[in-house]
């Protein structure tokens, strides 16, 4: 199994976790705090996958906003100006004692779903090249 293989293996583990977590009521704040964690640790996996495709197709490319930006460019993803939005919120997990941030993460959580279905499909689609 490759690297890429095994990160695509641990996504679709961590990002059913998610969608279990976003799925259940805010109103209770360990949800919350749940969502809140597998938002940050899917994230952190996600933009790993990135980083690895990119890598195998142009060396040397470090850092988030540089992989979104060719990942983008080799179409994995379509809108690397959400995923910094999603990097911004993802370095506001460590300040999520203040409730108001941790809404903020929250929301980002919920709304990060469906940008890490599509992201599942492109590297179903290049594994399969």
């Excluded at 890429?4 to 976790?17: C, G």
Aim: charged residues 30%; contains cysteine; aromatic residues 12%.
């Amino acid at each position: 199994m490759t690297k890429l293989e095994a990160q695509y293996k641990d996504l679709i583990k961590v990002f059913s976790r998610l969608q279990e977590a976003v799925k259940l009521p805010s109103s209770n704040i360990i949800n919350q705090d749940a969502s809140i964690q597998r938002f940050e640790f899917t994230f952190e996996l996600c933009w790993k996958i990135m980083q690895t495709i990119v890598n195998e197709n142009k060396l040397d490319v470090y850092g988030p906003k540089n992989v979104f930006r060719e990942a983008a460019k080799l179409g994995i993803i379509d809108d690397p100006k959400a995923w910094f939005d999603f990097l911004k919120d993802r370095n506001l997990t460590v300040h999520t004692y203040k409730e108001v941030v941790a809404r903020e993460v929250y929301r980002s959580a919920k709304q990060f779903v469906p940008f890490v279905k599509k992201l599942i499909l492109s590297v179903e689609k290049y594994l399969k090249k």
